[in-house]
C-alpha cells in the first residue's frame, strides 16, 4: 500500500492509471498513388476533408528519390520478401514479421517496398503495410516522405498517408516536420490532428522540447486556444496538445512536468495540465506529489492541485482523501470536490441507493456549512431523509 504524508495524516493511494496516446489508422479505403506516367483516378473515400492544393514549406523538388523505384540493393527487400509476408495467414505475425523487414530498410529501399505495394490489390494488408512503410520512409527521408503523402492527398483526399509521413518525421526531425506542417495548407481540423500527433510523438522522446516548441508557437493550440485562454473542451485525452504533452512528459518526469506545468499562465488549461500530471505523479511516488502540492503557496492554483489529488485517492481510501478537501481554502471548490470524492467511495450506488450514513461520516471533519451544502446536494440528487433513495440515486 502506498502512504502520503501530509499535515492530514497518512493517506494510502490509488495509483491513477496514465493515458496512452493512442495514433489509429484513417478508416475508408486507402489508394496510394503510382507512377505519374501511370496514374488513372483513385477510387477513395473522401474522410470529412475536402480534396485541395497544398502549399508546402518545401518545395517538391526537395523530395528526393521518388521519382522512380530504387533499384534492389543489398539488405533491401525485394518483392518476393514482401509478398511472403503479406501471405502471412496470421495479422500479428504479419506485422511483427513486416516490422523486422522495415527495420532494415534505407530510404531508397522504402520506396522500393512502397511501390510494390502499389501494385498489389488493395485489403486489408495492404493498407497496414502502406502505413507502417510511409512511416518508415517518413523516419529515413522526411521530407521525400511527405512530398509523396502531400500529391496523394491532393490527387485522393485520403490523408493517411500523409499522416504516417509526418509521424516517421517526428521520430527523427520533430522540429523540421513541424515546420514542414505548419506550412501545409491543410483544414483546420485536419491541421489540429496532425499537430497533436506530431506532437506526441515528439513527447514520447523529448517532453522539454515538445513543451517549450508550445509555448513559443502558441498558434499550434489550434482550435483549443492557446495557454490560458478559453476555447475547447479541457481533459484526460481531450485531444489539447498541452495535455498530450503533460501526460508523455509526467510518465517520465513528473517533476519536471510540475514545474512546467505551475509555470503555465494561470486558467482552466493550466489547472487541467496540472491535473495530468498529478495523476501520473501519483502513480510513481505519492510521496512526492503530495510534498510538492503542500509546499506551494495557499491559493485558487494549490486548492486545484489538492483538489485533483484528492479525486485520485478517494476510491482507496475516501476517509483520506476527504482529509485533503478540509485543506482546501475555497469551501465552494470543497463541495465540488467533496461530491466528486462520495461518487468515487460509491456513495452514490446504482443498486443499494444512496449511502447517507457513508456519506455523513466521510464529510464529518469538513465545515458546518459546507456538510449542509453537501447534503442538500445528496437531496437534489434523489436522497430521501430516511437514508433511502428516489430512483437510482446516481445521475
Do not use: H
Not at 521519382?67 to 543489398?74: E, H, L, R
Not at 539488405?75 to 520478401?81: A, F, M, S, V
Not at 500527433?197 to 509555448?215: C, E, K
Amino acid at each position: 500500500m502506498k502512504i502520503l504524508t501530509t499535515s492530514g495524516g497518512l493517506l494510502p493511494v490509488l495509483g491513477i492509471a496514465g493515458t496512452t496516446l493512442a495514433i489509429g489508422f484513417g478508416a475508408g479505403r486507402l489508394s496510394a498513388p503510382v507512377p505519374a506516367s501511370d496514374r488513372a483516378p483513385a477510387a477513395v473515400t473522401i474522410q470529412s476533408q475536402e480534396v485541395r492544393t497544398l502549399r508546402t514549406a518545401f518545395p517538391p523538388e526537395s523530395a528526393t528519390g521518388t521519382d522512380s523505384p530504387a533499384d534492389k540493393k543489398p539488405g533491401n527487400p525485394g518483392k518476393d520478401d514482401l509478398m511472403k509476408i503479406l501471405g502471412n495467414p496470421v495479422a500479428k505475425n504479419r506485422s511483427m514479421e513486416l516490422d523486422a523487414l522495415l527495420a532494415g530498410v534505407d530510404a531508397p529501399g522504402a520506396r522500393q517496398i512502397l511501390d510494390f505495394l502499389t501494385s498489389m490489390p488493395d485489403g486489408p494488408g495492404k493498407r497496414v503495410a502502406l502505413c507502417k512503410v510511409m512511416q518508415k520512409w517518413g523516419e529515413l527521408d522526411g521530407a521525400a516522405a511527405a512530398a509523396y503523402g502531400v500529391d496523394a492527398f491532393e490527387r485522393t483526399g485520403n490523408s493517411t498517408l500523409l499522416r504516417n509521413a509526418m509521424l516517421g518525421w517526428a521520430q527523427s526531425d520533430p522540429a523540421t516536420s513541424m515546420q514542414y506542417l505548419q506550412g501545409l495548407d491543410l483544414g483546420r481540423g485536419l491541421a489540429n490532428d496532425f499537430t497533436r500527433a506530431v506532437l506526441g510523438v515528439w513527447s514520447d522522446f523529448d517532453p522539454a522540447a515538445a513543451a517549450a516548441y508550445l509555448q513559443v508557437n502558441p498558434g499550434s493550440q489550434g482550435g483549443l486556444g492557446g495557454f490560458g485562454r478559453r476555447g475547447g473542451s479541457f481533459g484526460r485525452g481531450s485531444g489539447d496538445p498541452a495535455l498530450i504533452v503533460a501526460d508523455n512528459w509526467a510518465a517520465q518526469d513528473p517533476q519536471a512536468a510540475a514545474n512546467w506545468a505551475w509555470s503555465l499562465p494561470t486558467g482552466p488549461q493550466q489547472g487541467m495540465v496540472m491535473n495530468i500530471v498529478l495523476q501520473n505523479w501519483v502513480d510513481q511516488d505519492p510521496n512526492g506529489a503530495a510534498t510538492f502540492v503542500n509546499s506551494q503557496p495557499a491559493g485558487s492554483a494549490k486548492d486545484g492541485m489538492v483538489s485533483g489529488l484528492a479525486r485520485s485517492l478517494a476510491a482507496d481510501d475516501p476517509a483520506s482523501a476527504m482529509k485533503w478537501v478540509a485543506s482546501m481554502g475555497n469551501q465552494g471548490m470543497q463541495v465540488v470536490t467533496a461530491m466528486g470524492v462520495l461518487g468515487q467511495a460509491g456513495v452514490f450506488g446504482s443498486t443499494k441507493g444512496t449511502d447517507t450514513a457513508l456519506a455523513q461520516s466521510l464529510i464529518s471533519t469538513l465545515p458546518q456549512n459546507v456538510q449542509q451544502q453537501i447534503m442538500l446536494r445528496m437531496t437534489n440528487r434523489g436522497v430521501s431523509p430516511g437514508g433511502g433513495a428516489r430512483g437510482t440515486g446516481s445521475r
